[in-house]
């Protein structure tokens, strides 16, 4: 497996991701993820808020006996990003996972309530200790990002972000920070494909005997800075994923997927907007369902809304048309539940909400 030197960390071209709220069993999860470090994809991302700690446990099994090999890859929620919640979060993971130390050690996302310098300070006191090798963050804008920065003296080495051909908002924000500064990115969402245009991503793929999944993962990573953390369950997506790297994409088509695959982004009225219930996750389909927030969702509705209003950028909510045909709706949310309450209870539904629309 090819790897990259970003600033301090040697990585993989690509990792694995063990989050999701699959229901497959154990045995299979831990099979994937041995033949996954097997191919080389010996970065492995979790999260202790993924299966409730489970999601870790798993891990835990599937790297007993192979520590030395991996770089785990891990994030502490930001409810628990105070002083004592993050030495008692890690101390947590460490038990699930059955480790003494962490590779990467990310807060998830930026905490709305506790001031990042408590949080910071708390991470890098774990790597004075050499319990943690890295510090990273997760879902950090740029802005953010260096409001980290300017809390600590320490360099946080790493930001987790969504990237994939449909989000591609960081090619505005963070990226190029990443590559001037050294910071690793880890992708995650990487397999998302856009609707149009795929025979472009398979024509592309012809060339060089390679699948869409693989021309995309091998696109992202032509980014200096950016390894992928595809998840799968499926051995034979394993196997495709880490033969993602054998090929170096001509100029060409690199170029030709940055052009086409550009995303829409649009302001919206957020009234047009229609939120459907789901059956895989809590969705509060009304104003009043999110200011309740009786499934307790962490930040809360409420919580982002002061986020934003104090000048937190707000990632566009994910939308595709809907098919409300001849009705009210223009647009069905598929992604950003949270966020669009958020941006409803800061700003009513007269302020238009930015939606990057999946076709
Ligand atoms: N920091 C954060 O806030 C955050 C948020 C989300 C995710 N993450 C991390 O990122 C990881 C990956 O993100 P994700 O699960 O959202 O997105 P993803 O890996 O892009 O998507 C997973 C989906 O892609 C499919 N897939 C994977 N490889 C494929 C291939 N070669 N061909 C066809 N389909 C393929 C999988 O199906 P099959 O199982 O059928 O292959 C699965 O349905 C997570 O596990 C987690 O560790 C972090």
Known sequence: MQTKKI?????????????????????????????????????????????????????????????EKVIISTKVSPEHGDAVGIKKAFEGSLRRLGVDYID?????????????EETMEALFKLKEEGKVMHVGV????LEKFKEA???????IESNQLEYNLVERGIEEDFLSYSEENDILVLAYNPSLKPIKNRL??????????????QV??????????????PKTLNFDHLKENAAAFDFKMAEDDFKEIQNVFQPKIVEVDPS???????????VYTTLEE????????????????????????????????????GGWYEYDLIQGRVRYWAWIIAYGKDRPIKVCIYE
Not at 104 to 116: A, E, G, M, T, V
Not at 149 to 155: L, P, V
Not at 202 to 213: D, F, L, Q, R, S
């Open 7 to 67: 600033g301090k960390l040697v990585v993989p071209a690509i990792g694995q991701g063990a989050g999701g709220n699959d229901k497959c069993d154990d045995i299979h999860r831990i099979g994937i993820i041995r033949l996954g470090i097997e191919l080389g994809m010996t970065l492995i991302d979790t999260a202790e808020v993924y299966q409730d700690g489970h999601s870790e446990e798993v891990v835990g099994k599937a790297i007993s006996g192979l520590r």
């Open 104 to 116: 990467i050690y990310q807060l998830h996302w930026p905490s709305p309530l506790i001031p990042i």
């Open 138 to 141: 997760s879902n950090f804008s």
């Open 149 to 155: 920065e300017r809390a600590i003296k320490g360099k």
């Open 200 to 213: 472009i991503l398979e024509n592309i793929g012809k060339k060089y005997n390679k699948t869409t999944a």
């Open 216 to 229: 995309v993962l091998n696109w992202l990573a032509s980014h200096k800075t950016v390894v992928p953390i």
């Open 272 to 282: 047009k907007i229609r939120v459907l219930s789901s059956k895989n996750e809590p």
């Open 290 to 325: 999110a200011l309740k927030n009786n499934a307790n969702l962490k930040p809360s509705p409420v919580e982002l809304a002061k986020e934003i209003v104090e000048g937190g950028i707000l990632k566009p909510v994910r939308v595709k048309v809907s098919d409300d045909a």
